[in-house]
């Protein structure tokens, strides 16, 4: 099992930027791909982002553009920088870890707002 703890958010107006950062620990397997997932009220949890241990990166098509996800192996730290917001990004941010076992694990949130 893996520990991941996300920070960074907060409040942005519309076309502002933040960048958020998950932090894993407790690791005893390698990680193979870290994602970024968000959850508006409502709305089900989206993939947002994803990037192996290799560097491939993957984007919902709504971000693409926008949001860069980035990882450090070294320091087992995970980024998601986010530029250009809009309202509709506002949503609880979810870091996700897939581990070399094939087991998934999940941080508790960070919650982004974004206002008009």
């Known amino acids: 099992q893996v520990q991941l703890v996300e920070s960074g958010g907060g409040n942005q107006q519309a076309g502002g930027s933040l960048r958020l950062s998950c932090a894993a620990s407790?690791?005893?397997?390698?990680?193979?791909?870290m994602g970024w997932y968000r959850q508006a009220p409502g709305k089900q949890r989206e993939l947002v982002a994803s990037?192996?241990?290799?560097?491939?990166?993957n984007y919902v098509d709504s971000v693409k553009g926008r949001f860069t996800i980035s990882r450090d192996n070294a320091k087992n730290m995970a980024y998601l920088q986010m530029n250009s917001l809009k309202p509709e990004d506002t949503a609880v941010y979810y870091c996700s870890a897939g581990r070399l076992d094939g087991g998934v694990d999940w941080g508790q949130g960070t919650q982004v707002t974004v206002s008009s």
């Open positions: 990037i192996t241990r290799g560097g491939t990166t």
């Open positions: 407790r690791i005893h397997f390698s990680i193979r791909t």
